[in-house]
Structure formats: C-alpha cells, structure tokens
C-alpha cells in the first residue's frame, strides 16, 4: 500500500498537478484584480478592527470617529444597588389589579435572597406626564416632567444578578474584573477636547463608592491614561494644591525649568513613546492644579442654578448630589468627553445609602428617590438651557432591575436581572419614546429583548464609533467593550 494519501497521490499525476496548479494561480490573479479595484479592499476594511493612533506626547488629543457623529460627550448617571423599575418607569397595571396573589406559573420562585412572597403593586402612584402622556412614579416627580425629553429602554437584561458582576457588566461590559471601563473605551477611542482636564471622570456620589468601586472607571489593558479620574464637589482631586511656603511666581518658574529640562531630555531620545508620555502625563497633572480647583468652584454660579439643582437643600445628602451633577454640567462643557455620575454607594450596608430595597423599600426610596430627582432633573434642564444637550448623550442606567413580588416576610423587592429599564435623552436618540417590554407584571423582558452590549454599542454608535471595530489587541485576543456581542438599537435613534 502506497504511505501518500490520496490527495498526496493525485498530485504525482501530471494532469491532475497542472490542473490543480491552474486553478490555484487563476484565484490568485482574480484576488489581485479585484483588490486592484477595490472590490476586495472595502470588504476587508469593513471587518478590518480599528485601534486609535494615540500620540504618546499627547494620548487626550481629540481623536477622529470612525463615521460622523451624533454625540460629542457622554454624562451616565448610575443609580447603584439596583433601582426598581416597578417603582419608577415601568408601568404595569395588571400588577396593580393582581397585587397580593401569587406570580403565575412561579407560585414558589427563590431568588437571589430567597424564596419569594406575592406580587406587590408599585408604592407610588403613576401618572401620565408631558404631551405624550408616558407614565411614570410620584417618586420622581422632577424626572417624571421631563418624560418629552426621554428614550425609555424597558427590555433591558443583565448576566448576573450580584451587585459586583452585574455593576462591572454595566460599567465595562464584562462580569468579571479586570476588562476597561466604557469611559476609557470612549477615551482611548477618541481623546478630550479638554487639554487641562481629563478625558473621563468618575464622580461617586456623597456618600461613598459603588460596590465594585474603581472597577466602575478602571482602564485595565488599556493605557492607564484613559482610566477614570475619580473626584466629587467635596472631595476634589487630592495633593493639588499649592504649598504655602511656595510662592506662586515660584512654582511657575519651577515648572518652566522643568519644562525646558524635559523638551532637552526628549530631543536626546527621540522615538522614546514611554518617555514623551510621562512627560504629558505630569504635564497634564501641572494643568490640573489650576483647572480642577476652578472647575469645582460652584461659587461663580448664579443663585438661580444653585437653587434649580437644590444646592442649599436642608438635605446635606440631596445637596451634596447637586453640587456632583452641577460639577458634571462644568466639566461637560469644559470638553471632558466621559462622565460618569454616580447615585447611591455601597459602603453604608443593604439599601441604606443605596437602591438595594430589600427589606423595607418603600422607607428606603423615601430617602433615595428625592436625592436623586431634583438635581438629576436639574442637570437634564441645565444641559437643555445652555444648548448642550444638543450634542450631549444623557444615560440612565442601573445594574438590574427588581422583582414584582416581595420577598416572603419582608417588604422589599429581591434582584431581578431578567427585566428592567434604562433610558437615554440628548443627542441622537429619539424624544417621547418607549422601546421594548416587559411582561404584565415587569418580570421578564418580552418584547425586543435587549442586552448591556446593546446599550453598549448603541451608545459607542452615537458617538460615531463601530463597536465591531473599535479595539485593542490584548493576550493574543482583539478585545472589544462589547466582546463578540451587541446590536446598536436602530429603532431608539432619531
């Protein structure tokens, strides 16, 4: 028996061989002409990924997007602990007429925490608001007047029903830790129009941190310049100011000097990237001295916005949360391309200092829904008022929504990653809509089912980026925010 295979065997052939040969060299000159014109080329760009040049002497310079853009700048606001929907924007009048008795077909659900009780109508009234008449909760009357103004989402799912994975899919598209942030995405792809500010920042909100914390705002492989810079109106960036023994004029001659001594350092090794971004990186520190204290100066802002953002409330919490969506307003029109507000924190335990309303939600939103509404409401006005949300991308998000029943022997709603809501307003999106459902009781998402990589994707859209492409190629992988998922949401965009 022959050891050569039979393909092996075809080839000693002479007729087969020049066959063969023939064949392979005619798809060679048919690829060569169809590249020639172009029939190839734009196939292949279409699929091709795109990784950002970055000038490591300027990695924020404001980047190109791959098409033109709708947004120019992005504010999320993320109400962490996981707001309920039910309470808020997803109105379900057959959970109201059925209040008390089981969820069909789950009469003995468990849960997250446990088994569940029955259903429970939503805790605050409903009502139509604005010309288009969308219904939304007494909880957040301010929001609730700016419904003309609103995207709703209501078929949004998660993967994970924990606060820390699901916070981490929200923020970065992925459960586990260690994947960049959607901001360092944003950044990375397209730099700042900001040159003394940087590109992303991260505002926690009064009372402390989310659960998966910097996670939220972290740059993972990605260069840690595009990671979130993390400050609020009452704890601004630290170790910027000034000491008092050093004279102004003497800090500024000490920075020139520094400046001509690096300029000379450079010219001595040119092509060094990781030199020439250190230099930018302190260079871009030294800015920040001077613009971060002024741009958390609220002081210069007329008594009628402090008052519409509810700075003087007796409320020290409410307050505080002004001043953050205030300070947002500031850096968004500074150029600050990625801003990410934070509403709730995790460190003061189970539902008190966030959305986490299992054991008594309604005492809980009592304290959250005005903290929330006021000054949210007041930064979507500012933006409106100053032209900003023209161009401006408004997200709304939390990192699950909550069950219609209550869990058995509490009065609080348990986590429920199946269904809930997210809304977007500004640039790009449609005004007065709704998009996708849950089920009669906003249980399960049911119609036009979405994911966060839908989100994800629909946001990087707006922004003129194609989240198929945008990437970075990391451990032998082309990492993307969106992994090999997501659809943008064609139907929520005007």
Known sequence: MSPLSITGQSLLARRDFMFDASRGLSGLALASLLAGDGQLRASDDAKRPIRPSVRPDAPLAARESHFTPKASRVVMIFCTGACSQLETWDYKPELVKRSGQPLPGNEKLVTFQGENGNLV???????????????????????????????????????????????????????????????AWVSYALGSDASDLPSFVAIPDPRGVPQ?????????????????????????????TRPPEISAPTEAATRDFLKRLNARHLELHPGDTDLAARIASYELAAKLQLRAAEVSDLSGESLETQTLYGLHDANKTKAGFGRNCLLARRLLERGVRFVQLFNGAYAMGEGVGNWDGHKTLKAQYEVHGPILDQPAAALLRDLKR???????????????????????????????????????????????????????????AVDKVSSIYDLHATILHLLG???????????????????????VLHDVLS
């Open 465 to 487: 980026l194609d989240h198929e492409r945008l990437s970075v190629y990391h451990n032998g992988i082309e990492r993307r925010l969106t992994d090999v998922h997501g659809h």
């Open 386 to 444: 100053t032209g900003l949300l023209e161009d401006t991308l408004v997200v709304w998000v939390t990192e699950f929504g909550r069950m219609p029943t209550f869990q058995k022997g509490a009065s609080g709603r348990d986590h429920n990653p199946k269904g809930f809501t997210a809304w977007l307003a500004g640039a790009g999106v449609k005004r007065a809509f709704s998009y996708g459902a849950t089920d009669d009781f906003g249980h399960q």
């Open 121 to 183: 109508a939503p805790q605050w009234e409903f009502k139509p608001r604005g010309e288009s008449g969308k219904m939304i909760s007494e909880l957040v009357p301010n929001l609730a007047a700016l419904a003309d103004e609103m995207c709703f989402i209501h078929s949004m799912t998660a993967k994970s029903n924990t606060h820390g994975p699901a916070e981490n899919q929200m923020s970065t598209g992925f459960t586990l830790d260690g994947f960049p942030s959607i901001g």
């Open 212 to 240: 998966a914390a910097s996670n939220n705002w972290n740059s993972a492989f990605l260069p840690a310049v595009f990671q979130g810079t993390p400050f609020n109106a009452d704890k601004p960036i630290a170790n910027l």
